[in-house]
């Protein structure tokens, strides 16, 4: 099982990016799936999640600004990114969990399994 995130690159503050999620072996539907990103000098932080039924958690850095969502016929799931601030410079990284009934518990990084290889994302003042 591999999963592969893209679509990180260099905006300027105030623009947008879309990243995407796709994996080999495994079909996305089927998991739980999240968003993580991590900043140089810092520990790996969450940012969104989606479950199965499309129920969405967000942290409150992002809430607002960034949407997460799913599309099932493309095994792919997408980090919209809106309003990008330079404090969401990070690598970003999506990982599949068998969920949880505890929506904050999707914050915790113990709950996912499988991780990818991570894209990057730069935003300039």
């Known amino acids: 099982v591999q999963l592969q995130a893209s679509g990180g690159g260099l905006v300027q503050a105030g623009g947008s990016l879309r990243l995407s999620c796709t994996a080999s072996?495994?079909?996305?539907?089927?998991?739980?799936m999240g968003w993580f990103r991590q900043a140089p000098g810092k520990e790996r932080e969450f940012v969104a999640a989606?479950?199965?039924?499309?129920?969405?958690y967000y942290s409150d850095s992002v809430k607002g600004r960034f949407t997460i969502s799913r599309v099932n016929a493309k095994n792919t799931v997408y980090l919209q990114m809106n309003n990008l601030k330079p404090e969401d410079t990070a690598v970003y990284y999506c990982a599949t969990s068998n969920g949880s009934p505890i929506l904050s518990s999707w914050q915790w990084e113990y709950l996912y399994n499988s991780w990818g290889q991570g894209t990057q994302v730069t935003v300039s003042s």
């Open positions: 072996g495994r079909t996305l539907s089927n998991w739980h």
């Open positions: 989606i479950s199965r039924s499309v129920v969405t």
